[in-house]
């Protein structure tokens, strides 16, 4: 799953920059969110099929590229936002909350995997689970991607800078020209 999963990547991230120009960073995110929701979709219909669990995942890494790449530059466009707004950059704050959040939740994400196998009652080398280890394993694997994705989408709607990113690139730009 890991070596077909790559394909992808490299296609969307080449795909990206086109689909940022032509739709926004937020939409583009909006479109790759509702891949990987498709791509729950199609584990869905059969658990235990292989070929649709590797068609689904392709399609989930397919749908999740999109934020991946666009999650930097909306941090960039949020210390531009802040200068303009306030006066202020701070971009070593703003990068470093944002590596603190990673290593967060990072940590928090792999310690409810842990949490849930062993409310699960998964034995590791065992040569067949519980019902309930393999619905853990499912329910972190389909369900908890879905809600997090269907989130994230919400959020992303709410975001409007991108709107007037081009218009606070001109004032910070005639600020800078003004002091120097």
Known sequence: MGAIGFIPVVVVFLLSGPSFKRFGRRNTAVIGLAIGVLGIAVRLVDLTSIPLGLVGSVLQTFGMIPLMVVLAPLGTDTIEYGEWKHGQRIVGLT?????????????????????????????????????????????????????????????????SLEKQYTRILDDLERRREMIG
């Open 95 to 159: 990068n470093s909350l944002n590596a603190f959040g990673g290593k967060i939740g990072t940590a928090f994400g792999t310690a409810i995997i842990g949490w849930m196998l062993a409310w699960g009652h998964y034995q590791e080398g065992a040569a067949v689970q519980t019902a309930s280890a393999k619905q853990m394993i499912i329910t972190f694997n389909i369900y908890i991607p879905l809600v997090i994705y269907i989130c994230i989408a919400i959020l992303l709607l709410f975001y």
